[in-house]
């Protein structure tokens, strides 16, 4: 079904079934061309803005989860995952799209202090993830939280992170902004670690919807991350647990 989204004839149908979801779906559409106007094309800028919009609403909402039932459902989710992988309390972990620490916080209790570093280019969606870790007393626990402009990783050292872990990223990112951050994990990725990132499939077409949600054919992302010198995998575990789907890079074992 998501393979349709991007056509007129789906559109139609859809409001046709739903008509209480037009003036919504309107609304978003106006913000849309209003915020790409504005930030000329940067995609980065762009998404910083429609953070902004959606944490005035609602925090939890701005990262998927506006209940906050669920907001912990889908962080366990993560975690447990992670866990299940092999995530020791002496690892390293960076998490791009931190967001307010849906999964985060969970991380930062189990991590050894220090440990846990988190990137998201959203100042207002960084400050609710202050509130979660007063909120969770994880103070003692010391974790980084930073903003970014992009995806580059600049400031990060070399062989520094044990796990990197990116979820319902770059399910907003258009395909340069994605490559851009293949081109630099790489270099902050220790040599036995390995990055997970989710993504909207799609076995047809490839698309967004409204600058926001974007479908990838599993083999564009895993055919990229290869020419860049990764071993990559379609990680078939996780695709009964989330709607998105995930993928995961190592350095090339010597």
């Not at 910083?48 to 919009?53: F, I, S």
């Not at 701005?62 to 690892?91: C, I, K, M, N």
């Not at 189990?110 to 207002?124: A, C, N, V």
Request: with cysteine; charged share 30%; aromatic share 10%.
């Amino acid at each position: 079904m998501a393979d349709e989204r991007h056509q007129l004839t789906y559109r139609v149908r859809y409001a046709l079934r739903h008509p209480d979801r037009i003036r919504p779906y309107l609304r978003r559409a106006w913000r849309d061309l209003k915020l790409r106007i504005r930030t000329r094309g940067d995609h980065v800028a762009y998404y910083r803005e429609v953070m902004r919009h959606d944490v005035a609403t609602n925090p939890r909402g701005a990262v998927g989860t506006p209940s906050r039932e669920r907001w912990l459902a889908l962080g366990q989710l993560q975690f447990d995952y992670l866990l299940e992988h092999g995530l020791q309390p002496h690892h390293d972990v960076l998490e791009i799209g931190c967001g307010n620490l849906r999964a985060g916080w969970r991380l930062i209790e189990h991590l050894e202090p220090r440990r846990y570093h988190g990137l998201d280019i959203s100042p207002d969606v960084l400050l609710a993830a202050n509130h979660t870790v007063a909120e969770h007393a994880l103070q003692d626990k010391e974790p980084n939280l930073r903003l970014v402009e992009d995806l580059r990783l600049e400031h990060l050292p070399a062989d520094r992170f044990d796990v990197v872990h990116a979820h319902s990223v770059f399910s907003h990112c258009p395909l340069d902004v994605i490559l851009e951050c293949f081109d630099h994990v790489g270099r902050i990725l220790r040599a036995d670690g390995f990055f997970d990132f989710t993504f909207n499939a799609t076995a047809g077409e490839e698309h967004h919807v409204l600058h926001e949600d974007y479908y990838y054919r599993p083999d564009t992302l895993l055919d990229a991350a290869r020419a860049r010198g990764f071993e990559a995998v379609f990680l078939d575990d996780w695709e009964p647990r989330h709607k998105q789907s995930k993928i995961r890079l190592r350095h090339p074992a010597s």
